[in-house]
């Protein structure tokens, strides 16, 4: 079998695989680097398989590395978008209260914005909220103008393209089965050849736990997949949606909720729920890993999260088969949605990692 050298080996050729080849080449162009894709083409699951919202940085903690990343991250998005002629829009988002209780959770958010350095952010009452959007009712939201959509497919071809421009490589199909340490080197098993790296980098999404693993990393925290399926608001009615609707994250639960999303090409997104896949790549209702399936059921981590969460998610299950139910919890926020408005849309996988208390990990985790 062909063996390939090279100094650096990313796994993984999705957006974040990509993005990390492209810095390293712009930092290092020296650097002989290979990205390793199993699939036939790039960004095939979560990069191509999302909302394509480009968040501000209002959700995650003060200090941690990802509300740094997040705003940080943003603003060179936007910058790579304009100097490579990628489209995107910002559209700005609304966060609805339509309850009192929700009230503190909404003035939590705005403060965690603010000490993120979230530029552009407002409370606003009824009035201003139907000024932003006119079909959408709440008690308060909180505004962020800045906040934006993009086709992260594109964004991924786009980094592709500067990778081979710099002198790296792309190779798909190369799934690797595994990682072995001879002589200060790595040597990666894939169906095509052997690739040997003085170093290895994971950016595997989905596998990520299981690429760590074959590496002889940490078990934990273990990657556990939740699937979400979204509707798309009829073309005619999409004009009901100008930006973003979304609801005030529910303690009771640790996903944001259904909302509302406009995507580029015009569409209007619809959710998504959130519910256990019973396979990593698990895109519909039936797509079932036995393996994978007890791998998830085994873990310590999910065991205790749904043992914790089993209300929520039995709620969430029922959306999944139920179009009515899904609609109610879209219409409170927006009432004049119709079950008719409601059509088949896609559905993504998302990798959650999952720390073995239960608890969602939601910063980077760094060994």
């Given amino acids: ?173 190369h799934e690797v089965s595994s990682i072995e340490q001879r002589n200060g080197h790595y040597r990666l098993s894939t169906p095509a050849d052997i690739v040997e790296a003085r170093y290895v980098i994971g950016c595997a999404g989905l596998y990520a736990d299981r690429v760590a693993r074959l590496n002889g990393m940490l078990s934990t925290p273990q990657i556990v997949p939740f699937r979400g399926d979204y509707y798309v608001l009829q073309r005619e009615r999409a004009s009901m949606v100008r930006g973003m609707i979304y609801p005030v994250p529910d303690p009771r639960f640790p996903f944001l909720g259904v909302h509302f999303t406009r995507r580029m090409n015009g569409d209007v997104w619809l959710g998504p729920n959130a519910v256990l896949a019973f396979a990593r790549e698990g895109y519909r209702r039936f797509d079932i890993n036995l393996g994978e399936v007890w791998e998830t059921l085994r873990y310590r981590g999910f065991r205790r999260l749904a043992l914790k969460y089993w209300r929520v998610g039995l709620e969430e299950m029922y959306r999944d088969f139920n179009k009515a139910a899904f609609l109610k919890a879209l219409q409170r926020y927006v009432p004049d949605l119709r079950l008719a408005d409601l059509l088949p849309g896609s559905a993504g996988v998302r990798a959650q990692a999952l720390a073995p208390d239960g608890t969602l990990v939601d910063d980077f985790v760094v060994n």
């Fill in 1 to 173: 079998m062909l063996e390939k050298q090279y100094d650096i080996a990313i796994i993984g050729g999705g957006i974040v695989g990509l993005a990390t080849a492209m810095e390293l080449l712009d930092r290092y162009p020296t650097l002989k680097l290979v990205v390793l894709e199993k699939e036939h083409e790039l960004a095939q699951h979560q990069t191509g398989r999302n909302s394509g919202v480009i968040h501000s940085g209002i959700y995650y903690t003060p200090g941690s590395l990802k509300a740094k990343a997040c705003v940080a991250g943003k603003a060179r998005l936007l910058r790579f978008c304009d100097e490579h002629g990628v489209s995107y829009e910002l559209c700005g988002k609304v966060i609805v209260a339509t309850h009192e209780e929700e009230l503190p959770r909404l003035e939590q958010l705005y403060q965690r914005g603010l000490a993120n350095g979230v530029p552009g952010l407002e409370m606003i009452g009824p009035e201003r909220l139907h000024e932003i959007e006119p079909y959408a009712v709440g008690i308060k939201a909180l505004y962020s103008p800045t906040t934006g959509i993009v086709d992260y497919g594109q964004v991924a071809q786009a980094y592709a393209r500067e990778v081979t421009s710099h002198g790296g490589e792309i190779l798909l199909d």
